[in-house]
């Protein structure tokens, strides 16, 4: 005899396949091969994996699918083990540590989505990261805790290159800081906006400037995106950062990063290619500048989100 789960108000809106995933602990495609093979279905009939489904929806499976709120460990965490920045019944905002990761990956044994489906393997609706931060990256990351939120904070986390001329003429959405190597308070005074064209060097495993254009104002940054775009040249991709130094101390300078774009590594290439790469990098920073006792600090200390019904106020900060 078949099975069936109830579509909650919290998931409601996704489509079926992702509805499924989340629900069962199934392979994507034992999950296509039921719904192909119309073992799966919406209020009694047939569907396709990416219809939508809604509130109050039956979901018919397999009587041999087992349930994913059934199968994981009935483990009693009896406090959340990350600082809660933010919290109400939409969304959850952290204070991610350093050394882990948000998703899982290949020699990531421990990451923030996996701690979530633990925590909260009772909910109608696991919630999961809006945006990735990297590994070593501290600071603020949004997570989604029904379906329609974590489809807004996403689309929220975008970067904004459909409209980046627009988007200049404010505070980037996304703010970190970051110590890094040299007094860089005349070079950020002078050149407040940092646009670089990167590309992915598979041979180096990492990222590298093709094209470099730094300005003085928002003008200026207006005036080089109108020049070059926001199209790829040669493969390498439009990366757009605003810089404010904040202090300099004993040969090293903390920074203030407005990111426009969403580049891989592209706050460390970029300040790298600047001439003063992160404390610690040991990636992107010459070998010459690193010291054992450098320690790597990379912070999302600022998001702003526009108005909206998922969170009471809009800009979050540590």
């Not at 047939?46 to 699918?65: L, S």
């Not at 009772?122 to 603020?140: C, S």
């Not at 190597?181 to 950020?188: E, L, P, T, V």
């Not at 495993?205 to 040249?233: C, L």
């Amino acid at each position: 005899m078949a099975n069936s789960l109830l579509v909650t108000a919290q998931a409601g809106g996704q489509k079926l396949f992702n509805f499924l995933k989340r629900s069962l602990h199934a392979e994507n495609n034992e999950i296509h091969r039921w719904i192909r093979t119309g073992q799966v279905r919406i209020n009694k009939k047939r569907a396709k994996a990416f219809d939508i489904v809604h509130e109050n929806d039956e979901i018919r499976i397999p009587p041999f699918a087992p349930n994913r709120a059934d199968t994981l460990p009935k483990k009693t965490v009896k406090e959340f083990p990350f600082p809660v920045i933010y919290e109400n019944e939409h969304v959850l905002i952290i204070d991610k540590p350093r050394g882990i990761a948000c998703q899982g990956g290949t020699g990531q044994k421990e990451n923030i989505a996996d701690i979530l489906k633990e925590y909260y393997s009772a909910a109608n609706f696991v919630p999961a990261p809006a945006h990735r931060l990297d590994k070593e990256t501290q600071g603020i990351l949004l997570i989604g805790k029904t379906y329609q939120s974590l489809r807004f904070l996403t689309e929220c986390m975008k970067s904004d290159e459909n409209s980046l001329r627009q988007a200049v003429r404010h505070e980037a959405k996304k703010i970190y800081r970051a110590w890094v190597y040299g007094d860089i308070a005349d070079f950020a005074r002078n050149t407040p906006f940092l646009c670089h064209y990167l590309y992915h060097n598979e041979e180096k495993q990492k990222e590298e400037v093709f094209f470099v254009r730094h300005a003085a104002n928002r003008k200026e940054t207006e005036d080089i995106i109108s020049k070059y775009g926001t199209k790829p040249m040669q493969k390498a991709q439009i990366a757009l950062a605003s810089l404010k130094c904040l202090e300099v101390k004993n040969g090293k300078s903390l920074v203030e990063i407005g990111i426009y774009t969403g580049r891989k590594h592209q706050i460390r290439v970029q300040l790298a290619s600047s001439g003063f790469p992160l404390v610690g990098d040991t990636k992107y920073a010459p070998k010459t500048l690193l010291r054992k006792k450098d320690e790597f600090f990379l912070q999302a200390c600022k998001i702003t989100l526009p108005p909206n019904d998922f969170t009471e106020q809009c800009v979050f900060g540590i």
